[in-house]
């Protein structure tokens, strides 16, 4: 009866001890994917639909792709995520954020790019549907290396 | 055939020419302008704080009594009043070179120990590194005014005028060989001649700075320390009369700008 | 153990706007160094999740990440937590100013 209770209690403590490593989910399949096709599969994303209301404001050119700034803003009514997909990048998923009520559907962060590329923001909004927005930016220098 | 040709041509370059050089220098300026709106180099200040505050040496002292010019202690305008005439030291000093006076006087430590690791990494800064982005950061929005009016901060501003001119070492170069001519440039990085007031100004409102492609914070002395270096020079001792004449020097050429915080280098 | 995280939060347009830095490698598989970035970025205001991310190896070392809430009030307290691949985290908590 005690071996049961402190096995309880252990794994009890084990999953109170980290809650966010417990409860966090990371895909995978699609941040592993290798092309950008692959990486919006992965994510649901297959056929988004181009939209203007996705507003992309970064530089045409970087000077060095290991700090590429991108700010976002989703006008789509519904937004309830975005993804960053950098197209030519080893990876081409670089984060996909979802927003839930009280949030903005805004973002603005800093991404590696190995080389000219598209970004593409793909946006989740009302009904499920998916939309994206492409916006070139070339890179002087790759910036994936360590 | 040879309309034809030309046809080609002159079509071509309408669509071929590449990018004029005033659009990439302003596409440049607005990616800087998007880093410098959220970069990391606060990072380091919040490490400097931690390292200004924390008791270290011998005598087990903080840094926070350290005077940087302006009074023990008084870290508001400092760093925008430097380099300058001390005193205690009987010499113009800069931030580093101060803080390393603090560091062996305040906390007892060694020249030795306090310069083993000036210079650090992404993995780990440097504590002048941290200390200077800390240090800097409380100057931000106060004009630059180095000391001018001593006689040793005139002595200062003379011996740095003439090593920026002075041709030495294997290669016969001076700082005037990349920074002596308008419109010159390494890859993307223009060369800024510092002779000029317009040119150090934005220099010295945007120094110590965190380095993009090596994610670490580089200061003044790394600076003067890393051209010495490029020019195939004999390395220079941290915080050397030389090293703070010319960082004197560009500063007091640079004089007035308003000082916006440690910036962000490529 | 992680390095210093620092964050603004504050009232601008009737909108609280907040911005993060985080301390962290975020070393690539490209690097030829073991993969270290941060997997999961939490955004609670007053405790209540408003925006989860997951990242990668694609996000530039020391991030630095900028987020809108909607409304907001002062003194609203933002928290922000990351947790990485190797299991390492850390978090920082700010009032909105």
């Not at chain 2, 270290?56 to 010019?69: I, R, S, V």
């Amino acid at each position: 009866m005690n071996r049961l209770r402190r096995t309880l209690l252990g794994a009890l403590a084990a999953l109170l001890a980290k809650p966010l490593a417990a409860l966090a989910t990371w895909n995978e399949s699609a941040f592993g994917a290798k092309t950008p096709q692959d990486a919006l599969k992965g994510i649901g994303a297959a056929n988004p639909t181009a939209s203007k209301e996705i507003v992309i404001d970064a530089p045409q050119i970087a000077e060095n792709g290991a700090v590429v700034p991108i700010e976002i803003v989703s006008n789509l009514p519904g937004t309830s995520s975005i993804a960053v997909v950098l197209e030519k990048n080893p990876f081409p998923l670089a984060a996909k954020f979802e927003f839930k009520e009280g949030a903005l559907p805004y973002l603005k962060l800093n991404v590696k790019m190995a080389e000219t590329s598209d970004v593409r923001v793909v946006v989740a909004a009302a009904g499920g549907r998916y939309y994206s927005a492409s916006r070139e930016i070339k890179v002087t220098i790759g910036g994936c290396g360590g | 055939m040879t309309r034809a040709f030309a046809a080609i041509l002159i079509t071509c370059f309408g669509f071929c020419a590449p990018a004029r050089a005033q659009d990439v220098k302003t596409e440049i300026e607005r990616y800087r302008q998007m880093v410098s709106e959220g970069s990391p180099a606060e990072l380091f200040e919040v490490e400097g704080e931690a390292l200004w505050k924390k008791p270290q040496g011998p005598k087990q002292a903080a840094l926070e009594k350290c005077d940087l010019g302006l009074g023990p202690g008084v870290l508001k305008g400092a760093y925008a009043a430097l380099p300058r005439y001390f005193k205690d030291a009987d010499r113009v000093m800069d931030l580093e070179t101060r803080l390393l006076h603090c560091m062996t006087t305040l906390q007892g430590r060694s020249r030795e120990e306090a310069t083993q690791r000036v210079f650090g990494n992404a993995d780990r800064p440097s504590e002048m590194e941290s200390l200077s982005a800390y240090v800097a950061a409380q100057s931000r929005g106060m004009k630059m005014a180095p000391g001018e009016s001593h006689p040793k901060e005139k002595a200062a501003y003379e011996l740095g005028r003439a090593l920026y001119f002075q041709r030495a070492g294997p290669w016969d170069f001076a700082c005037t060989s990349c920074h002596g001519e308008e419109g010159k440039r390494i890859r993307l990085q223009e060369l800024p001649v510092l002779l000029k007031p317009e040119n150090a100004r934005s220099v010295v409102a945007t120094w110590p700075a965190y380095r993009i492609s090596t994610s670490g914070f580089i200061t003044m002395q790394w600076r003067m320390n890393n051209c010495y270096q490029q020019m195939r020079m004999p390395e220079p001792a941290f915080g050397s009369d030389a090293t703070v004449a010319l960082i004197h020097f560009i500063t007091v050429t640079g004089k007035g700008e308003v000082y916006s915080g440690p910036g962000n280098k490529r | 153990m992680a390095g210093p995280m620092k964050m603004r939060a504050t009232l601008a347009g009737g909108n609280t706007e907040v911005r993060v830095l985080m301390t962290h490698p975020m070393t690539t598989a490209q690097s030829g160094q073991p993969l270290h970035f941060i997997q999961n970025v939490t955004v609670k205001l007053n405790g209540r999740a408003v925006i989860e991310a997951e990242v990668s190896q694609a996000v530039s070392r020391n991030p630095v990440f900028s987020f809108r809430l909607k409304g907001g009030a002062k003194g609203d307290k933002i928290e922000v937590a990351w947790l990485d691949n190797k299991g390492e985290s850390n978090k920082i908590e700010t009032a909105v100013a």
